[in-house]
């Protein structure tokens, strides 16, 4: 079992707690656990850090790190490759290393917000929903491929199921 440290913005926090009357910390390391055994990995510490921002941030960060001139919902940065990530399950005990850091989450509140609405699906929903997405790209995951996007989607879908609100909303 993985010990995870979750650097939650508190911006965050207080939205979901203002928004939902919901504490979402218990949900997050759920996330995060269940994304991690489907990668087998069982280090002794993981970290991941979200933080929220506004649409002109988030904006602003698309672009200069992907090339992209419009606000996105979530943004994810990851330490390692995916090739990395797949191989943390294959090393020997000996060999693991006992702290992985995954990288970064960066959410937008603003469009969570917009989401939420055009989907129908709820703002608790669409924010745990983010994190699942997140933690997918932090582990390797990813939808530019048709394969790889039906392998994302079955892995978030398990998770937020798991966490009780399902792929499309509670």
């Known amino acids: 079992m993985n010990n995870i440290n ?10 979901i707690n203002e928004k939902c009357d919901r ?5 997050v390391v759920t996330i995060i656990q269940c994304a991690l055994e489907e990668k087998k990995i069982e280090n002794e510490n993981v970290s991941i850090s979200i933080s929220a921002v506004d649409k002109e941030t988030i904006h602003k960060i698309n672009k200069e790190y ?5 606000p996105t919902d979530v943004l994810s ?7 990395e990530i797949d191989n943390f399950s294959k090393l020997d005990e000996s060999k693991k290393v006992k702290e992985i850091e995954l990288g970064d989450i960066i959410i937008c ?10 989907y129908g699906t709820g703002i608790l929903r669409e924010m745990l929903y983010m994190i699942t997405h997140g ?5 390797g ?10 392998e994302m989607r079955k892995l978030e879908e398990k998770i937020l199921e798991k966490i009780g609100v399902g792929m499309y909303g509670e």
């Open 23 to 27: 504490d979402i910390q218990n949900n």
């Open 135 to 139: 933690v997918c790209h932090l582990l």
């Open 141 to 150: 995951y990813d939808h530019e491929i048709e394969e790889e996007k039906k």
């Open 77 to 83: 940065f990851p330490i390692f490759e995916r090739e």
């Open 6 to 15: 979750v650097d939650l913005d508190e911006n965050l926090v207080n939205y």
């Open 109 to 118: 509140i603003d469009v969570l917000q917009e989401h939420a609405i055009e």
């Open 66 to 70: 992907r090339n992209v001139d419009r």
